[in-house]
Nanobody
Framework: QVQLVESGGGLVQAGGSLRLSCAASGRSFSSVAMGWFRQAPGKEREFVAAINWSGGRTYYSDSVKGRFTISRDNAKNTVYLQMNSLQPEDTASYYC??????????????????WGQGTQVTVSS
């Protein structure tokens, strides 16, 4: 069982940066892959980034590649999403999620079994 709590969202101007954090509780955190997803009003939840259990392998959607960086600190049971060069189209609720495996075999939301409550990111133009 993993419980997830996101923080770090807020309002930022286009071109700015934010760092999201996801604090996890549960003994299995360091052995599972983690992911970040986002959902804008009226749209489906979409994959943003994922990281394997050790942090040695990362995955990104094309829309954020080169701008966002996912990382994790297993000693602190925390996963991060550093977001740079933010654009208005990045505006969404961002969710942290835990995968049941050490590597994310699939980046569909249905493959992630545990979710946080979300944190809002708003990028103004």
């Amino acid at each position: 069982q993993v419980q997830l709590v996101e923080s770090g969202g807020g309002l930022v101007q286009a071109g700015g940066s934010l760092r999201l954090s996801c604090a996890a509780s549960g003994r299995s955190f360091s052995s599972v892959a983690m992911g970040w997803f986002r959902q804008a009003p009226g749209k489906e939840r979409e994959f943003v980034a994922a990281i394997n259990w050790s942090g040695g392998r990362t995955y990104y959607s094309d829309s954020v590649k080169g701008r966002f960086t996912i990382s994790r600190d297993n000693a602190k049971n925390t996963v991060y999403l550093q977001m740079n060069s933010l654009q208005p189209e990045d505006t969404a609720s961002y969710y942290c999620a835990a995968n049941g495996a050490s590597y994310p075999k699939d980046t569909r939301p249905s493959e992630f079994g545990y979710w946080g409550q979300g944190t809002q990111v708003t990028v103004s133009s």
